[in-house]
């Protein structure tokens, strides 16, 4: 069973911080790179940054700097430490495996957790 549950979005002022975690199941997790998307309203939903099973990772250009992406093989959790939060990381995040896990013949998301950034 493909299980992905996002948590850890709030509301936070520019210039703050929030941890993201994703629990996956580890039928999914174990040998796959994982991920963080995001979708703003009104826009399409865009990869944020990536971490190997052996922990490279790697950042949309926007992020870099800021996020920084880690994993838990022991746990099949992924986090995004989010710093320095701008309005425009405005977004609900999402976690899924690079690509996205495909379930009878779709992409299957979790719930994801909202990030909103304003003052």
């Known amino acids: 069973q493909v299980q992905l549950v996002e948590s850890g979005g709030g509301l936070v002022q520019p210039g703050g911080s929030l941890r993201l975690s994703c629990a996956a199941s580890?039928?999914?997790?174990?040998?796959?790179?994982m991920g963080w998307y995001r979708q703003a309203p009104g826009k399409e939903r865009e990869w944020v940054a990536g971490?190997?099973?052996?922990?490279?990772?790697n950042y949309r250009d926007s992020v870099k700097g800021r996020f920084t992406i880690s994993r838990d093989n022991a746990k099949n959790t992924v986090y995004l430490q989010t710093n320095s939060l701008k309005p425009e990381d405005t977004a609900v995040y999402y976690c899924?495996?690079?690509?996205?896990?495909?379930?009878?013949?779709?992409?299957?998301w979790g719930q994801g957790t909202q990030v909103t950034v304003s003052s």
């Open positions: 580890g039928s999914i997790f174990s040998r796959n790179a």
């Open positions: 971490i190997t099973s052996g922990g490279n990772a």
């Open positions: 899924n495996t690079i690509p996205p896990v495909v379930v009878g013949g779709l992409r299957y």
